[in-house]
């Protein structure tokens, strides 16, 4: 089947829309249009709006999960973009052996440039459609979606405050635009309900999409996947799972995939849920599907399995933690399931390093000086895996600040700390990097802890070094590395997400700290130490290779 292909007008360097080809899919004409968009546009005004288009493998993927029998079907496309995503679910509502006798799609865009393409695509689909002997009806809404539906997200008496005059769709399917919003922005002023400060613009979309769903009507969306946990988000997850329930997840397991001729670097999952107000999960008969691929060239044989609902969100938990497990977490976590210890029940706590550098940079300072009593100050970057590297001067960061009446509430007291860094490069082999901090290895009474650094400690006394020692070794391993995978998909690593970390007995710990202490290549062999905590009777290695 051919494909639509761009012209360039010679004199004047304006592209010129072909017309389909003979029986091209409208989802693919929709794609052409979206690269030709791109070469019409500068990279940077689609950052600057979040653009980034769905690939049409990823549209028939997210249009697949739809099952939607009705007579007549109404559709939302929120942020429609050149119109990838109506168009492959309308394809597939109109190839189906059930067809309904009438579609109507409202697809949302603000982008002059686009709503010429746009209308384009939706035309061609129409056609398409009706010659499938089915009615089709569009409306292109030149507005803003949040704003038009914001008063959704404010004055909430228990949830999003939709009018009966809003719900209108059966399915709403959705690539929002991904940026964030300034703080003084009308849209993230309406959204205050749910989050605080600058939100990322993709899940007020959410919000209100799955708002204005009829029961039993299906959501669709392929985002980032940060919404999912952390305690920036938790209020978003209460209001937004007590309206739908999730059904089928995708994950891709590369980062740079997705939108891969975008250049993003960004973990993206496609969450399918259907509405059904205050629902609750129920292992016997809820489950939830798990699907993942690497990336685009591969989704066609994505791996699926079916998993009990309870086991991927708990409803009855604060933060409402929406878990995206890999491929090897239920053998993972049924061994993380064997503790019930934790950081808060061996008395300890973690924290976030005090020292904001733009706050702080009066006392922070290059080098020691005779003049000025300064102590260490560790960045991200000193915290290496099982090491700390103090002072480290080849990466630009000052490595000292100065200890004064003024700066100690910044500083926290020499001792025996756990350090792990908050935030880990997109492509890192690991998602926790630690280092057991030692406090005799350093003469000061007093240390700095740059804000990217979390710490952990215990108040009103300090850590044995073995405990710091084999804290560190479970949270570098390939265990927890994959069981937090599944709890976070952000590179950040916050102290909401570690504090929920299941532990083995403190006896445990303190063994694998001892035999850490003693090994002098304990960074190669970080996980047969961890093994210890899984299984102390078998040999390390068989474990290893079962999981």
């Not at 089928?248 to 259907?274: M, T, W, Y």
């Not at 960061?397 to 509430?409: A, G, H, M, N, R």
């Not at 190669?524 to 130490?529: C, H, K, R, T």
Request: aromatic share 12%; glycine share 6%; net charge positive.
């Amino acid at each position: 089947m051919q494909m639509s292909k761009c012209k360039i007008h010679q004199r004047d360097f304006r592209f010129e829309v072909s017309k389909p080809q003979n029986q091209e899919r409208p989802t693919k004409y929709a794609s052409y249009l979206g690269e030709l968009y791109c070469i019409r546009c500068s990279p940077e005004k689609r950052k600057k709006n979040g653009q980034y288009f769905t690939p049409s493998e990823i549209a028939d993927l997210m249009a697949a999960q739809i099952n939607q029998k009705n007579d007549v079907i109404r559709i939302l496309d929120a942020g429609a973009g050149t119109g990838v995503l109506g168009c492959a679910l309308c394809e597939r509502l109109a190839n189906q052996k059930k067809k309904p006798s009438k579609i109507e799609l409202v697809a949302y865009e603000t982008d002059e440039e686009l709503i010429e393409l746009l209308e384009g695509a939706i035309k061609y689909l129409k056609r398409y459609v009706e010659e499938k002997g089915i009615s089709f009806g569009f409306q292109i809404q030149k507005e803003d979606f949040v704003l038009k539906y914001a008063h959704n997200l404010q004055k909430m008496p228990s949830f999003f405050n939709q009018p009966y005059s809003d719900i209108k769709y059966d399915i709403c399917i959705s690539n929002p635009p991904y940026f964030k919003l300034s703080g003084t922005d009308s849209r993230a002023i309406a959204a205050s309900e749910v989050v605080y400060g600058q939100p990322n613009i993709y899940f007020l979309f959410m919000a209100i999409a799955a708002s204005i769903l009829k029961i039993g009507g299906e959501l669709v969306f392929i985002t980032p996947r940060s919404f999912a946990s952390g305690n920036y988000f938790r209020l978003f997850r209460e209001k937004f799972f007590k309206l739908v329930r999730p059904e089928f997840i995708h994950l891709f397991n590369s980062r740079k995939e997705a939108f891969k001729k975008d250049g993003v670097l960004q973990e993206n999952i496609i969450l399918k849920s259907r509405r059904e107000n205050d629902w609750q999960p129920d292992a016997e008969s809820k489950s939830i599907i798990i699907s993942s691929s690497s990336g685009i060239e591969d989704i066609e044989i994505s791996r699926k399995r079916e998993m009990p609902l309870a086991d991927i969100i708990d409803l009855n938990t604060d933060d409402k933690v929406l878990k995206i497990p890999g491929e090897d977490w239920e053998k993972i976590s049924a061994k993380f399931n064997l503790w019930n210890g934790s950081l808060e029940e061996y008395g300890l706590k973690i924290s976030t390093g005090p020292v904001v550098a733009f706050r702080a940079k009066e006392f922070i300072i290059e080098k020691q000086s005779e003049n000025a009593r300064r102590i260490p100050l560790l960045w991200l970057h000193n915290v290496k895996t099982m090491e700390i590297a103090w002072p480290l001067y080849k990466r630009g960061k000052p490595q000292y600040i100065e200890e004064s009446p003024e700066s100690l509430p910044l500083l926290i007291p020499n001792g025996n700390y756990v350090l792990l860094r908050r935030f880990s490069a997109k492509e890192e082999a690991r998602r926790l990097v630690a280092a057991p901090f030692i406090g005799k290895a350093y003469s000061y009474e007093m240390i700095g802890l740059e804000n990217h650094i979390n710490y952990i400690y215990r108040p009103g006394g300090t850590l044995k070094e073995e405990e710091a020692w084999g804290l560190a070794v479970l949270c570098n391993s390939f265990f927890y590395d994959r069981y937090f995978r599944g709890l976070n998909g952000s590179t950040q690593v916050g102290a909401t997400e570690v504090n929920s970390l299941p532990f083995p007995p403190l006896e445990t710990i303190i063994e694998i700290g001892k035999k850490a202490m003693s090994n002098t290549k304990v960074k190669n062999e970080i996980d047969l130490l961890a093994n210890l905590a899984f299984d102390e009777i078998r040999h390390a290695k068989r474990i290893f290779v079962d999981v």
